[in-house]
Nanobody, 125 residues
Framework: QVQLVESGGGLVQAGGSLRLSCAAS????????MGWFRQAPGKEREFVAA????????YYADSVKGRFTISRDNAKNTVYLQMNSLKPEDTAVYYC??????????????????WGQGTQVTVSS
């Protein structure tokens, strides 16, 4: 089964940028739609961004639209989340997830089959 590992999180000041990576092992990501979610303390996990298996037609939560970009490099078996103009409210644990079947990448967590362990992003004001 495909294992997902996120990296790239850290502490950044408001207005700064981070790029998260989600690397796969034990299989290829090229067949799977992928998504990014986040969970802040005391809150439910929420959708951030998703992309089809080709990388086309990405879509975003309204809260990150225009600031975050999801992309993928199937040759490197990796999905990315470029985060610019970060705000304190972006502070959360960020998770990547894969849909291991034919279909689109949904904007709800129950639509995903495999999850990484998460990476912490902290944005200071």
């Amino acid at each position: 089964q495909v294992q997902l590992v996120e990296s790239g999180g850290g502490l950044v000041q408001a207005g700064g940028s981070l790029r998260l990576s989600c690397a796969a092992s034990g299989g290829t990501l090229r067949w799977y739609p992928m998504g990014w979610f986040r969970q802040a303390p005391g809150k439910e996990r929420e959708f951030v961004a998703a992309t089809s298996r080709s990388g086309g037609s990405p879509y975003y939560a309204d809260s990150v639209k225009g600031r975050f970009t999801i992309s993928r490099d199937n040759a490197k078996n990796t999905v990315y989340l470029q985060m610019n103009s970060l705000k304190p409210e972006d502070t959360a644990v960020y998770y990547c997830a894969a849909v291991l079947r034919i279909g689109p990448a949904p904007d709800y967590s129950s639509g995903y089959d495999n999850w990484g362990q998460g990476t912490q992003v902290t944005v200071s004001s």
